[in-house]
């Protein structure tokens, strides 16, 4: 059974940072699978925020400010996220499927087979 357990959410002021993790069990070659990171805000649509497979992707919003990466030895994906605003506030959910994905299809809720609980990420003074 595949788990995907996201952490590091909370409460901060714009303009700081926080690092969120994401502990995968269950996951078979997990270096080879896309890994990413979608949010949904209040009263809005989930939206994409990064991905990674052989390379990186971002939204828009966040490039810049947000980097992807992951460390194949712990099964562990993270986000870091500096510079963040108030329209970051949000529930972040980290994703998963079995192998690799397209460039086309990275971006994609439904690429994606395993999803994380959410952690909200709060950004106010």
């Known amino acids: 059974q595949v788990q995907l357990v996201e952490s590091g959410g909370g409460l901060v002021q714009p303009g700081g940072s926080l690092r969120l993790s994401c502990a995968v069990s269950g996951l078979t070659f997990f270096g080879s699978a896309a890994m990413g990171w979608f949010r949904q805000a209040p009263g809005k649509e989930r939206e994409f925020v990064a991905a990674i497979g052989l390379s990186t992707y971002y939204g828009d919003s966040v490039k810049g400010r947000f980097t992807i990466s992951r460390d194949n030895a712990q099964n562990t994906m993270y986000l870091q996220m500096n510079s963040l605003r108030p329209e970051d506030t949000a529930v972040y959910y980290c994703?998963?499927?079995?192998?690799?994905?397209?460039?086309?299809?990275?971006?994609?809720?439904?690429?994606?087979?395993?999803w994380g609980q959410g952690t909200q990420v709060t950004v106010s003074s």
């Open positions: 994703v998963s499927r079995r192998g690799p994905t397209t460039v086309q299809t990275i971006r994609l809720k439904s690429t994606y087979n395993y």
